[in-house]
């Protein structure tokens, strides 16, 4: 009988749908499957899911009763409401009467819902006061809204997060008569009764297409007898079960970027980068910050949700991204791609079809300018000049690159357009990607801007097949170090097949206590073990946003009876080495400040400054700051050790006191209290996190001196 334990990953791309199998103990690829992605089958792209793992498991000998963990993200929910595949959704608002009444019948009636495509979510409402409502007013409200031709049921209570109730009921009796039902108050448990009825009204609004091919996908799977659960990719990284996906599938938004993050994150040894994906036609870029992708409300037809996703920039610039000129100059690359045009690459072209070939230009759709750049070749058909080959014709692509195509063929495709602008064949190959990297560097920027990351500890990490092609010239336009991992053309299928559970609930807290505290962390526990989260397994993180009065607990966990690294332990050689690379020094100037056998603190000296990395035992960066200060000590020592150096570290270089950001290090968890401006606040929330240690334990706390920008 076969030892092996096998985790299978399946991402939905624009084109194919790729299936990975990786071995749980030694992280190896063991196979592939790739077929076309099956946007047109009955069946959506559940069909092409299924062919992929099927073909997966066929071509590579792997049996069923191996496999462990069976993932795949989707692309059906964003699709559904691109394209405006939507149920009509009936609203039952809910809360008290008078002001109350008044209020949160206001708010809960909301309008058609616009998907900025120019298509609507049709949107019914009705109100119930909670004081009178019975099972019999519910089942008639329900049946009056589905006699009008709504589909599927919100229900949405004023101040419903603190008690769903009567939610609940309004589920029970849509549940009874057949209808899918969203409750407001299970999608978020955020304050603000208008975003939230519309987030769950955009939830609803999908469920039957997502309940139809997400039982098509289960079956299909207990067919081939898989046995484990099936998980399905989110958009903010993590995976759940398929039957939380059943109630929430509006969490599953973006969650083919996401795959890829989390697989770029995998190889990613650094805390904090710019990531991208690179397609054909577009490039997703995002930021990974403190060793996690950074996520955000996602904003459907210029609405704000309580949708959490990763926060992605999608830009109409890629590999195959066509060029626009005119007679003496590059104007513009993009935003239409030679498989919108229909044409081939030309750097991927035989060279003898170039001679005697001519140069024209087209206008690829009809709206679209006339000046879009093709090449007819000897035989009659025609193919462009893209991002491709002019990154071919400079020679920046490795011998490897899944974007390395033929030299000759490139240069003499680029030999016609340089005879049209004016310039030599270099100068039109690099006039190109400059055009081209000089879009991407306005959203790096940005990013750089909100998520306040300092920019010489960033890297560029690549993944797509096009990943060299954009991703080197723009490093070096930058002058930031740059990552392209091994399998970057299959990173998305990766990142699926290596995803934990992850689940986080949000709550509006001014003042947050441990009680507080203790309840969120309770409350995302539960989440996490019913999105198929083994419980030992489950680590929870804090975030308090201080402007917004918002405090989120974050849980992730795997889905395995025993958990397994999916990476060899880190030496403290090793961490020393990672650690003066990223510093940019020798390792001889590195010194190791604490270490609990979980995690590695490193230090040194540099411009007069004490840089600071806080490596895990896989041997990821966890925390790196350019000054900071170490030290160790104990749980009960731990508040006036804090204080002590929360003096020492806060910046009064100024007329302002700035104080500092702090980290504390507890066994292996990382708990991140940066951007917490006040000491007592600091003090009053590691007391509560803490509060399982002993007074003996150890802690390593860490302060980063901030500056004034």
């Known amino acids: 009988m076969s030892n092996r334990a096998i ?68 692309t059906q929910a964003t699709n559904a409401l691109l394209e405006g595949d939507v149920a009509r959704v009936g609203v039952i608002g809910m809360g008290g009467d008078w002001i109350e009444g008044y209020l949160a019948k206001r708010q809960t009636r909301i309008k058609d819902i616009d998907l900025g495509t120019g298509k609507f979510i ?25 006699d009008q031709g709504d589909r599927v049921i919100v229900a949405s209570k004023a101040f419903g997060v603190d008690n769903m109730k ?16 969203s409750m407001a108050s299970d999608i978020t448990k955020l304050y603000g009764l208008t975003t939230r009825t519309r987030t769950a009204a955009l939830n609803a609004s999908i469920l039957p297409k997502m309940l139809e091919t997400a039982n098509s996908t289960e079956e299909s799977v207990r067919a081939a007898n898989i046995n484990v659960p099936l998980m399905i990719m989110r958009g903010d990284g993590g995976v759940m079960e398929i039957g939380e996906m059943k109630k929430r599938p509006i969490l599953t938004m973006l969650s083919g ?35 996690r992708p950074t996520v955000d409300y996602s904003i459907i037809g210029g609405h704000r949700t309580y949708v959490n996703s990763l926060d992605v920039r999608v830009l109409g610039v890629a590999g195959g991204s066509m060029v626009r000129a005119k007679k003496g100059a590059v104007i513009d690359v993009g935003p239409r791609s030679a498989h919108i045009a229909g044409v081939g690459y030309a750097c991927f072209t035989a060279p003898e079809l170039f001679d005697g070939a001519t140069l024209y230009h087209i206008k690829p759709r009809e709206n679209d300018p006339a000046d879009y750049v093709v090449i007819k070749l000897n035989n009659g058909e025609s193919v462009a000049i893209t991002n491709t080959c002019a990154a071919n014709v400079l020679g920046i692509l490795e011998k490897d690159d899944y974007a390395r195509g033929n030299y000759e063929s490139s240069y003499k495709a680029m030999q016609l357009l340089a005879d049209e602008v004016g310039m030599s064949i270099e100068e039109t190959a690099k006039a190109i990607l400059t055009k081209s990297c000089e879009k991407i560097i306005l959203v790096i920027e940005d990013l750089i801007t909100k998520y306040k990351i300092e920019r010489e500890q960033i890297v560029l990490v690549g993944a797509g097949g096009g990943a060299g092609t954009l991703l080197t010239f723009t490093a070096n336009m930058l002058g930031f170090k740059y990552q392209i991992p091994k399998n970057a053309e299959v990173i998305s299928s990766i990142g699926v097949a290596l995803a934990m559970v992850r689940e986080m609930v949000e709550r509006t807290i001014s003042s947050p206590t441990a009680a507080d505290i203790a309840q969120l962390k309770k409350e995302a526990k539960e989440l996490a073990m019913n999105s198929g989260a083994v419980e030992d397994s489950i680590e929870i993180y804090i975030e308090i946003d201080e402007q917004a009065q918002k405090v989120t607990a974050i849980a992730m966990g795997s889905t395995e009876v025993k958990t397994t690294d999916l990476m060899k332990n880190c030496s403290e050689e090793e961490a020393i080495d990672i650690a003066a690379e990223s510093i940019g020094i020798v390792k001889s100037e ?120």
């Open 166 to 181: 009567e939610e609940r009921l309004v589920a029970e009796e849509a549940e009874k008569q057949g209808i899918p039902c």
């Open 7 to 74: 985790r299978i990953g399946i991402d939905v791309g624009g084109t194919h749908t790729k299936a990975v199998a990786i071995d749980n103990n030694t992280n190896e690829i063991l196979g592939k499957g790739s077929v076309m992605t099956t946007h047109r089958s009955e069946r959506g792209v559940a069909a092409g899911v299924v062919e992929a793992f099927e073909k997966c498991l066929a071509e590579n000998d792997i049996k069923p009763e191996e496999i462990i963990f069976i993932a795949h993200s989707t």
């Open 590 to 709: 590195v010194k190791l400040a604490a270490s609990n056998g979980f995690i590695f603190v490193a230090t040194a000296q540099k411009n007069d400054k004490s840089p600071v990395r806080v490596i895990d035992k896989k041997g990821f960066i966890k925390i790196q700051r350019a000054n900071g200060f170490v030290e160790c000590t104990t749980m009960k020592d731990a508040a006036d050790t804090l204080k002590r150096m929360w003096d020492t570290t806060s910046n009064f270089s100024r007329e302002v006191r700035i104080n500092p950001d702090v980290y504390v290090i507890a066994g292996s968890r990382v708990m991140d209290y940066s951007g917490i401006p006040e000491f007592t606040q600091v003090s009053g929330l590691i007391e509560a996190e803490l509060c399982d240690q002993a007074p003996e334990d150890e802690l390593i706390l860490v302060l980063a001196r901030n500056e004034l920008s």
């Open 122 to 146: 049709k949107i019914d409402h009705t109100y119930l006061k909670t004081k009178e409502m019975t099972r019999e007013k519910v089942r008639d409200t329900i049946k009056e809204l589905v």
């Open 257 to 291: 970027p996401a795959a890829s993050v989390i697989g770029a994150l995998m190889y990613l040894r650094a805390s904090n980068g710019i990531y991208f994906e690179v397609g054909g036609t577009s490039t997703n870029i995002g930021v990974i910050k403190n060793g």
